[in-house]
DNA sequence: GACACGTTCGTGAACGTTCACGTCAAGCAT
DNA sequence: ATGCTTGACGTGAACGTTCACGAACGTGTC
């Protein structure tokens, strides 16, 4: 003990500016300042029914202490603030930044407090990115890839809200109507002239990541099931659409990233060298693409014609400007936080009218198609 | 009440499947299952002591009584699981999510959970994020431009970790060597023999984000005091080095974004036709800059070289490809959250040694300079 | 048959805060 | 003096969970 008698400056209760010991309750502020524990939380909420140099010198008090209320205690009395859980794939694709921003805002407006979870850095999947956020969260926004009903299991009675896909199990769901989307995309290119067109798919999540999928010519003929070879639902509308169109398309698979499918686009443009309209899995790997085309020499869009998918502002700073089938990031961020908010509020009720919604693409016209 | 008595697969306590009453407690799983809290407990946490047809019995009750245990009572009893505020100004600059990704992993990797506020969305300041997330967290993290002492200051004695300044009264802060980039890029750029250089300018946070700002010609003359034109400490250090490396400098400003950017750059070089060098604030608006250059038939590099400043993915993906003074993004961010794991830990002090990073920039030479 | 022992389960206490009261004194009218 | 109001402050209870015990019940051992 070195603490002398005459101390200046800390005429409070020992163990004021005590170091590393417990966490100040408020009792200790209580106490050092000479008043109750409701007077503390008067002076700390700004309550009426206090004198205001009362007020101060317990705040001054709490200051001194390092006083910090317990959230737990607070929430347990209280009954929670709600705080939703968003659980995003990875947010170095532009895309999920551009809708996590969104939900971020509107669940700000709502008093809300969102936790934010990032899987997919160490292979993790969605399922355990919502096991890892339940514990923490009233609800979870998320595009979970799949799995939505081990994640309803984990939440029990917590409204979770998938996106890109229909709800199934889960309390609402988001999806996209990628046949209307195919049907538009490939309408513009037919009457553009294309003939020989490809579309560029992203490989499923287990998919050996070093080696970019194979390219294989799938001439869509009626009763052909080609669903082994076009791993997403995306895929599978536009060859669907091809079909319908009566349009050649080639199907080459590619990891999610700009540099792998700018290197799978110039193999398919060895392979294909006649492609004359490129439709790919969303703007980053577009955005690849793109740069493939230019490696090769071809002109874009006289020589083939590019679109995209989402609508990110990444393409307006391409050269030449992607044409894609874009989303209203904002909106589709505004119906995932107004469908939890009906589900949370009871106005909605879970697997009801109303909570399963499909959204459209519609496309950019800029210069890439 | 359309129940009948014969209803099948609900022999539970009254009130099991009930609609929006109270939410179920440990307590009425206990009365349900026929076991004490206790047993409850034992059967939902996986801990030993438990025959496993009681856990099982009791995991079935609790699954159907859609019983969550309160997250309040349990951090209240165990201590807190740590939870760390992110402040980020704008995830839609693509510099923020790059940087939030790397933070959410590490944190993620310390079991750590994430509150992410995007303030900025309604001309929120960082303090004003800080106070949002306040109540919520057990620590911050963030990029919050200044007025670091009232963040602290709302936070106690919380550890803060501030971006892009200085520590000052926060609790730990990274800053970045913007002379030493400024040197870096300069010296670059008068090796390649630019002559009239450009310096664009992020416009501060309160400006009129309708009018570009003006476009100053700042020859910078010994005495000059030039700070008022030039906003951000970033703009002084590249006109203190033009100074230094006797180059003359006009500095212009914009609002940050890609489009605005591209707007004053038109005007700059209008203005001012023969600059044959360009640095920009940003590799966003330098995504902006790139444009106006091609819309005024300038090729780049050959009639105006362009360095941009992050290092983001994005410049990879531009025509010409983006030279850009570069931070190594995830280093950043494991910075940031080591400098946290310190402070919380009690291995670092705050304000101590170690506390004060000065992180560097480096040139990836690319095409665009 | 007494004892020790392991397994399974239950009970009091505690975590830190707020809510709903209760108390006490001062001021004022009757 | 009495009663009533008002302002300032204090006290019991409750929120829902876990921790540290203790009780009850077999099961084996000597």
């Keep these: 003990m070195t603490t002398s008698p005459g ?6 209760a020992p163990g004021a500016s005590a170091g590393r010991s417990r966490r100040a309750t408020i009792l200790d502020v209580a106490a050092a300042a000479g008043v109750s524990r409701q007077t503390v939380t008067r002076a700390m909420n700004a309550m009426p029914g206090i004198r205001p140099d009362t007020r101060e010198r317990v705040q001054e008090t709490a200051r001194q202490l390092g006083y910090t209320p317990s959230r737990f205690a ?41 936790v934010m979870d990032d899987y997919g850095h160490g292979g993790a999947t969605g399922v355990e990115s919502v096991q890892h956020l339940a514990p923490q969260v009233d609800a979870v926004i998320g595009y979970l890839g799949g799995a939505a009903d081990e994640a309803q299991a984990i939440l029990g009675r917590r409204p979770l809200v998938v996106l890109d896909q229909p709800a199934g199990p889960a309390s609402g769901g ?27 798919d992203r490989a499923p999540a287990g998919a050996d990541q ?15 099931d080609t669903a082994q070879s076009v791993p997403t639902v995306r895929g599978q509308a536009f060859v669907r659409s091809a079909a319908a169109f009566d349009m050649a398309m080639t199907v080459a698979v590619s990891p999610e990233s700009a540099a792998s499918a700018r290197q799978v686009t110039r193999r398919l443009l060895e392979e294909h ?6 439709v790919v899995f969303n703007d980053l790997m577009a955005a690849g693409a793109l740069k493939a085309l ?32 874009a989303l209203d990031l904002r909106e589709v961020g505004r119906a995932a936080v107004e469908l939890l908010d009906g589900l949370l509020s009871g106005s909605l009720e879970a697997g009801g009218p109303g909570t399963d919604l499909l959204l459209r693409h519609h496309l950019v016209l800029r210069q890439s198609a």
Tied chains: 1, 2.
């Excluded at 070093?210 to 052909?224: H, K």
């Excluded at 060298?273 to 490129?278: A, L, Q, R, S």
């Excluded at 071809?298 to 998918?309: E, L, N």
């Design 174 to 200: 988001i999806s996209f109507d990628y046949d209307h989307a195919a049907q538009t995309a490939l309408r513009h290119l037919q009457a553009k002239g294309c003939r020989q067109l490809a579309y560029i």
């Design 74 to 114: 607070k929430g347990l009395v209280q009954g929670a603030r709600t705080s939703v859980g968003l659980a995003i794939p990875d947010l170095t694709n532009p895309y999920y930044p551009a809708f996590a921003s969104s939900v971020v805002e509107l669940a700000t407006q709502r008093g809300w407090h969102v």
């Design 210 to 224: 070093r080696a970019p999928g194979p390219v294989r010519a799938n001439r869509p003929t009626p009763g052909t």
């Design 273 to 278: 060298p006649g492609t004359d309209g490129i």
């Design 7 to 12: 101390d200046a400056s800390s005429g409070l």
């Design 294 to 325: 230019a490696d090769s020499g071809r002109a874009v869009p006289a020589d083939c014609a590019v679109i995209g998918m989402d609508g990110i502002p990444l393409g307006q700073l391409l050269t030449p400007e992607l044409t894609t089938l």
